[in-house]
């Protein structure tokens, strides 16, 4: 059985930093993992993505604050956040996908005050 679990989250002053971890364990086959984030009142959208090549995929308005980065013997991937804005306030969730299906975990909360 495939589980993912998020951790980092919490509550930071704009401007500073998180660094959110995902951990999945199991037998899968990952192609890509990924981290998204659910603001209040809105839609699931796609923050950043790595696949098993290390190539990586960001949304516009977190280029150059956002960096994601994997763990592949530990099946760790990591985004590190920085010079965050009251916007980025959201329930991160990670994904992981493979062949079959995508997998996801129960979500952090990131909450930044302005």
């Known amino acids: 059985q495939v589980q993912v679990a998020e951790s980092g989250g919490g509550l930071v002053q704009a401007g500073g930093s998180l660094r959110l971890s995902c951990a999945a364990s199991g037998s899968f086959y990952s192609i890509v993992m990924a981290w998204y984030r659910q603001p209040p009142g809105k839609q699931r959208e796609l923050v950043a993505s790595?696949?098993?090549?290390?190539?990586?995929d960001y949304l516009d308005s977190v280029k150059g604050r956002f960096t994601i980065s994997r763990d592949n013997a530990k099946n760790i991937v990591y985004l590190q956040m920085s010079s965050l804005k009251p916007e980025d306030t959201a329930v991160y969730y990670c994904g992981l996908r493979t062949f079959q299906r995508t997998y996801w975990g129960q979500g952090t909360q990131v909450t930044v005050s302005s």
């Open positions: 790595i696949d098993r090549g290390d190539s990586t």
